[in-house]
């Protein structure tokens, strides 16, 4: 018989739907994958059981109040609600629902926030002295409301507490966190069917950006641009130097980085050493090549390069950003 992981979802008024409703479809599709090894069991609970208006409109039904829980669970699950002012989007913290994470998270095996779910772990103390992430749109304010936290509001998802705490980024990011749950559990292969059975273009790792190269600058309005940019993806490895892209281009050097740095924000060195950097980043997250191999893999050319660029844009090395991303097998 498989190992039950009983996991249980907070729902309450207005929370953001697909917090809910992404994480719930990942650990179905493992159960599916696997059939049925996996051994999820997931249950919604509220504030009172019943029909819960979520943020979208939609009702979800929550299958136990708070007060019917139990200490029987596996993995804990909070996500998040917004309130929409003048000023951008605040978290909602309902003191309800902290109060029961509070109670709850003792008994968990893991606990997990979604998006803005990570200011409920905060007031609940769950996250003081501890790195934490949340959807960036809110993540100064976390950062002012606790200043006990350490908010980086740029990965994907933050493990922390010897793998029993994590936060996540907000919107689909949930699902990027309940794969890599999965993965804990389940392995990566597992992680992996399942996110082809989403039809995810990539299961990104922990310590990769809420916005990848491409979405970090601004969209362009030159569709040759735009298709440059995609064979740069494809390419790291080959010769990307301004030159050999103002050939490909059929533009001189000059006038290729003047259209370049306009429809992107940034020069053409600047932006494949970024890209080559994140490429870097996922085979240190997911593989244990060797770092002469990632620097070639990814472009960079030598492990001394590679070491250059992690300090120029990450402000650390290779090895220690390994160490504290490195996604490991069941």
Not at 74 to 93: I, S
Not at 95 to 120: F, I, L, N, Y
Request: proline share 5%.
């Amino acid at each position: 018989m498989p190992t039950p992981h009983r996991v249980v979802i907070a729902v309450f008024p207005d929370v953001d739907l697909l917090d809910v409703t992404g994480p719930a479809e990942v650990f179905a599709l493992a159960n599916r994958e696997t059939g049925g090894r996996a051994g999820y069991q997931v249950r919604l609970a509220g504030p009172v059981g019943g029909a819960v208006r979520t943020s979208a409109g939609v009702r979800l039904l929550a299958d136990l109040s708070f007060a019917e829980v139990g200490a029987d669970v596996d993995t804990l699950l909070v996500p998040g609600a917004v309130e929409l002012t003048g000023h951008g989007p605040v978290a909602k913290v309902d003191t309800t629902v902290v109060d029961w994470v509070r109670e709850t998270a003792p008994h968990a095996r893991r606990v997990a926030s979604v998006c803005v779910g990570a200011h409920v772990l905060a007031a609940a103390g769950l996250l003081d002295g501890r790195t934490a992430t949340t959807h960036w749109s809110t993540a100064a304010q976390l950062a002012a409301d606790h200043p006990e936290v350490t908010v980086d509001p740029d990965p994907i998802f933050v493990r922390t507490d010897r793998g029993r705490l994590w936060t996540g980024a907000g919107i689909s990011a949930c699902l990027d966190l309940a794969l890599a749950l999965v993965a804990e559990d389940q392995g990566e292969r597992t992680a992996l069917a399942v996110a082809r059975q989403l039809v995810m273009y990539l299961k990104r790792q922990g310590g990769q950006s809420q916005f990848s190269v491409p979405l970090s600058h601004p969209a362009t309005e030159r569709r040759d641009i735009d298709e440059l940019l995609r064979w740069i993806a494809e390419h790291l490895d080959g010769d990307l130097s301004t030159p050999a892209l103002a050939a490909r281009m059929c533009l001189s050097e000059r006038h290729f980085a003047r259209v370049f740095t306009q429809e992107t924000g940034t020069g053409p060195a600047g932006y494949v050493e970024a890209a080559r950097v994140e490429a870097a980043r996922r085979l240190l997250e997911t593989t244990d090549r060797p770092l002469d191999q990632v620097a070639a893999a990814a472009g960079l050319g030598s492990a001394e390069t590679l070491h250059r660029a992690f300090r120029r844009r990450l402000a650390t090395t290779p090895a220690a950003y390994r160490r504290r991303f490195r996604t490991p097998a069941a």
